[in-house]
């Protein structure tokens, strides 16, 4: 039995109407999921108000109400408990409820703009090869060790992170490999998880949509490493400009790695090719199967928590080279008439910008680069010119399309993409609006040895237009297409 005084630990309350001496259900901010003797957290988002929903989670049974402000009337045999923030309150509560699975994993938290979902993957793939029961919380699925469940944020909520740190434990994983958003650190759901180690790879134009300012945004970033205990490790990237800042104030062990810059861990690339690398690290030749220099930031930060986490360097670097590319992460294929096609998540200007000098560094030029982006709807829009800028700079043809339109025109969202593409280019650029017609309209330009980007979408098999999902997948898209085109 678990009393609402229990969960409260750690919670900053201002004050209480009612005991906290009561037997409680479980948790839950969703007024239309509460049931008899639940716990309602009144969360205040962007679009609605938990505080507006209180009456409704008691008329389904709710026996404890958690708040900012208290209603104007209180319900005989309803506990009421005012925090001053919410969200927060609802970190602590559900780490409580679940018996604070973090404190009894070692749990690592990846955060930056780009290379999240890779990193934490490829750790996840890393350990497990190496024989340990591993846990994974990523944009792409969860897994509890082999058992994989969909994902639906970057950083789930608070209730949804410790229920499966807790699966995790109960299944007899060790370590869990965790990415960390900054909608998810600005909404509290990591501020009572106990980290071994916090990874920062990188910061650009992302989420102004959200956040006010680029500043803002780094500061979130900072924030989570400024609350990771001493215990903890915290690895950053010193190549990128704001590497520092993320370690200005943390009390956890600092670590660096780069491939300009003099640092902790040290990496540099000797061949780069289609089919994969070869990477010095730390004196030592690797092979790996991954290609450019974000994978090569990449791969460098996994080996240096493997190596902060106990691993051996030489079996680290070992594993290195077997692991596979992430799902949707420069993930190609080639047709049988020699037709490359690359799907790529890249959804920023820096990740586009990367994926596109990758793929002109390895290229012999003799063959033509096409280039298929769009940019989401109801998000940030200051990025839509600069992605169209980089895509018709860096490509033989760019096709500007949809990609998540949401609420929003697709056209309008493709207009403003425009406005980036200087005079010289206008000749290479066109817009076809349905993503699907985009991609075999590429797949008619394209001849052998060719390729073909499509960016933006990565791993998603849903396109989301006036609040519906419907099943589109990039990778099984452009394989129909060029199987049906070149019988």
């Given at each position: ?57 008691i008329d389904l049974g709710a026996k404890a109400i958690i ?151 780094r500061d979130v970033k900072k924030s989570f490493f400024d ?261």
């Amino acid at each position: 039995m678990i009393k609402l005084k229990d969960i409260l630990y750690r919670v900053a309350i201002e004050a209480v109407h009612g005991s906290t001496d009561i037997a409680i259900g479980k948790l839950d901010f969703d007024s239309r999921k509460i049931e008899a003797n639940d716990v309602f957290i009144a969360i205040r988002g962007a679009i609605s108000d938990g505080h507006d929903y209180i009456q409704k989670a008691i008329d389904l049974g709710a026996k404890a109400i958690i708040c900012d402000t208290f209603p104007e009337t209180f319900v005989s045999e309803v506990s009421y408990v005012q925090v001053n923030d919410t969200n927060k309150a609802l970190a602590f509560m559900a780490a409580n409820y679940f018996g604070n699975p973090s404190e009894k994993l070692k749990l690592v938290g990846i955060t930056g703009t780009n290379g999240k979902t890779t990193i934490a993957s490829l750790l996840y793939q890393l350990f497990k090869k190496a024989g340990f029961k591993v846990g994974l919380l990523s944009t792409v699925k969860i897994l509890v060790d082999d058992v994989e469940y969909k994902a639906t944020h970057t950083t789930p909520d608070s209730i949804t992170i410790n229920h499966f740190l807790n699966e995790m434990l109960n299944a007899g994983v060790e370590y869990c490999f965790m990415e960390v958003s900054s909608h998810g650190i600005h909404q509290k759901r990591t501020e009572a998880l106990h980290f071994k180690g916090g990874v920062f790879t990188n910061l650009s134009h992302d989420h102004l949509d959200y956040h006010a300012t680029f500043a803002e945004y780094r500061d979130v970033k900072k924030s989570f490493f400024d609350h990771l205990p001493k215990t903890a490790f915290a690895i950053s990237n010193i190549d990128d400009k704001n590497g520092a800042v993320m370690l200005q104030n943390t009390v956890a062990q600092k670590r660096t790695y780069a491939l300009k810059s003099y640092a902790d861990y040290k990496a540099q690339i000797l061949e780069n090719l289609l089919s994969g690398s070869l990477l010095k690290i730390e004196g030592n030749e690797v092979w790996v199967k991954l290609i450019g220099v974000f994978n090569a930031y990449n791969l460098l930060a996994i080996y240096a928590t493997a190596i902060e986490l106990g691993m051996d360097k030489i079996e680290t670097l070992r594993l290195l080279s077997e692991l596979e590319s992430v799902s949707g992460r420069f993930q190609y294929i080639v047709s049988d008439s020699n037709i490359t096609a690359i799907v790529d998540y890249a959804h920023t200007p820096d990740a586009l910008d990367n994926v596109l000098k990758t793929i002109n560094e390895v290229r012999t030029n003799n063959e033509q680069l096409i280039t298929i982006v769009g940019c989401g709807g109801n998000r940030d829009k200051t990025k839509r010119p600069v992605m169209a800028q980089i895509a018709s700079e860096l490509s033989n043809q760019t096709i500007l399309t949809s990609d998540n339109p949401r609420d929003e025109d697709p056209d309008v969202i493709i207009s403003e993409m425009e406005q980036g593409v200087a005079p010289q280019n206008h000749k290479k650029v066109f817009a076809v609006t349905d993503r699907k017609q985009a991609i075999k309209i590429a797949c008619q330009l394209a001849k052998p040895n060719d390729i073909i980007l499509i960016a933006g979408k990565g791993h998603e098999t849903y396109q989301e237009i006036k609040g519906v999902r419907a099943h589109f997948d990039d990778m099984e898209t452009v394989k129909e297409i060029l199987e049906e085109l070149h019988k």
